[in-house]
């Protein structure tokens, strides 16, 4: 098979990881960078990753970055383009067997190396189901959808449930900017500190195991602000308790 594959400098080491399993398998892969860990902006690889399969150059294309998220984002605004989000083996089954996926997108910063070869894996070996899914996918670039006439007409129309809970989330937000002065945030975690507090909240789509992201001495310095520059092992220190349940790995960035 051939396949296209691009990341950012934040993939950059899972993209040549990946490169090498899939040449092992006997794909052909064709690499449009980058080339090092070197900072860049990734818009312009990660296009031209998705133009070659829109092209038909190659059958599949790969992308990563950091998160994955900006990758899948600037893949999918090719037509004929579909790119997953791929963060375990089930995602990755789904997009294939019901979305007929023919790109897909990792967070190296967010799965371990091994995971990202079961995806990859994964992808490649499972089918598209058809059926009832060959119409969804149809209307993924059927541009006319929502333009009127021939398409569907998708109208938000606000019930009283929906505005009640904006008020909630108003009412919540406003509560909040009030207790606290200081927000970190993590992947994953944020820790807030306000003059007679401090709460964690952990992102309710936490998987265990997972990895959780923490600025190096050097970032945590330059980026955070000035109140907790000399306070990282202290606030590292209260999140791993707090965490102290979960399978979780901190690893620094």
């Not at 108003?170 to 807030?192: G, H, N, P, T, V």
Request: glycine share 8%; with cysteine.
């Amino acid at each position: 098979m051939k396949i296209s594959i691009g990341s950012d400098h934040a993939g950059y080491h899972y993209k040549e990881m990946i490169k090498r399993f899939l040449e092992e398998k006997g794909h052909e892969v064709h690499d449009f960078g980058t080339d090092s860990d070197q900072s860049v902006d990734y818009p312009p690889f990660i296009r031209a990753v998705a133009l070659a399969v829109q092209r038909g150059d190659c059958e599949r294309g790969i992308v990563l970055g950091g998160s994955g998220n900006g990758e899948a984002m600037v893949a999918n605004r090719l037509k004929g383009i579909r790119c997953a989000l791929c963060w375990s083996r089930e995602t990755a089954l789904l997009a294939r067997g019901h979305n007929d996926a023919n790109m897909i997108s990792l967070g190296e910063r967010l799965i371990p190396p091994e995971k990202a070869l079961e995806i990859v894996e994964v992808w490649l070996d499972t089918p598209f189901d058809g059926g009832r899914h060959s119409k969804r996918i149809q209307q993924i670039d059927d541009s006319s959808l929502g333009e009127g006439s021939g398409g569907l007409e998708l109208k938000a129309r606000p019930t009283i449930t929906d505005a009640a809970a904006m008020r909630t989330a108003d009412e919540s937000e406003s509560d909040s900017s009030e207790k606290y002065d200081l927000l970190i945030a993590f992947r994953y975690i944020k820790y807030m500190e306000g003059k007679n507090s401090s709460e964690f909240q952990v992102d309710p789509g936490l998987k265990t195991p997972t990895i959780i992201h923490v600025p190096s001495p050097d970032r945590w310095v330059s980026e955070m602000p000035e109140w907790a520059k000399d306070r990282r092992d202290e606030i590292i220190e209260r999140i791993t308790e707090k965490t102290s349940h979960m399978n979780r790995e901190f690893k620094e960035y």
